[in-house]
């Protein structure tokens, strides 16, 4: 008798690749809408915190700068004019703020104790004075 060694060819047929493939592209149809949705959250919920952060900081550069500061808010933009006058134009992807006026005194108070702003359709509040700050010192 003759004895061929019969090679073991070792892989994967073009249908169990097809099969991988179509369960792949399903699970990936599935979890990549609420990956983009979470990502989107993530990124509006940076831009409230560097918003609030930036804000809080105004009572700062008021107070050190010795001069008023004026941020106005107008839908999805804020414009900030310190006490020379120079403006500062920013514009936000997914705050809205409606229309808004604060103006920081030189020492450091602003003249309103709250921002409103939508974030992705939910309301948020940033509150500017501290909790154990007197509210009769802010006029």
């Excluded at 369960?23 to 979890?31: C, D, E, Q, T």
């Excluded at 952060?53 to 001069?67: A, Q, V, Y």
């Excluded at 936000?92 to 409103?116: A, E, I, T």
């Amino acid at each position: 008798m003759d004895e061929r060694k019969q090679s073991a060819v070792s892989g994967f047929t073009l249908v169990e690749l097809l099969v991988v493939f179509a369960i792949s592209a399903v699970a990936l149809s599935l979890v990549g809408p609420m990956f983009q949705d979470q990502l989107e959250k993530s990124k509006a919920s940076q831009e409230w915190s560097v918003f609030c952060l930036f804000t809080k900081n105004l009572r700062l550069e008021s107070f050190f700068s010795g001069s008023h500061i004026t941020l106005v808010l107008e839908g999805n933009k804020s414009v900030l004019t310190d006490g020379n006058g120079n403006t500062h134009t920013e514009l936000y992807k997914y705050l809205d703020f409606g229309n808004q006026r604060l103006v920081f005194n030189p020492s450091g108070y602003p003249d309103v104790m709250f921002v409103n702003a939508h974030v992705r359709n939910t309301e948020k509040t940033l509150s500017l004075v501290e909790r154990n700050e007197v509210v009769s010192e802010l006029k």
